[in-house]
Nanobody, 121 residues
Framework: QVQLVESGGGLVQPGGSLRLSCAAT????????MGWYRQAPGKEREMVAA???????NYVGSVKGRFTISRDNAENTMYLQMTSLKPEDTAVYYC???????????????WGQGTQVTVSS
């Protein structure tokens, strides 16, 4: 059974930094794309950053230059380094991976449980 385990959220002051981690555990054959999403109260979930298997990266415009997504394929882990945090970055952050558990299977989408990031003085 595959699980995505997130860590690294918390409370930080404006201008501060946090690093989120997402580790995929269980039987994993291959991971294609990975991404971070967030959902603020009363708003829809939005894609924050994504990285594919070739290392190509996309960011939502509001985080460009402040957030950095990376992946460690050997550890089936993804990171989101967040700097210069703003109150509007406050949200629950979810990781997503597009992976397959067996060479015969198909790629499927998995989600982490979410981690709260609060930016406030």
């Amino acid at each position: 059974q595959v699980q995505l385990v997130e860590s690294g959220g918390g409370l930080v002051q404006p201008g501060g930094s946090l690093r989120l981690s997402c580790a995929a555990t269980g039987s994993i054959f291959s991971i294609n794309a990975m991404g971070w999403y967030r959902q603020a109260p009363g708003k829809e979930r939005e894609m924050v950053a994504a990285i594919d298997s070739d290392g190509r990266i996309n960011y939502v415009g509001s985080v460009k230059g402040r957030f950095t997504i990376s992946r460690d394929n050997a550890e089936n882990t993804m990171y989101l380094q967040m700097t210069s945090l703003k109150p509007e970055d406050t949200a629950v952050y979810y990781c997503q991976m597009f992976l397959k558990t067996d060479w015969r299977g198909f790629y499927e989408t998995y989600w982490g449980q979410g981690t709260q990031v609060t930016v406030s003085s």
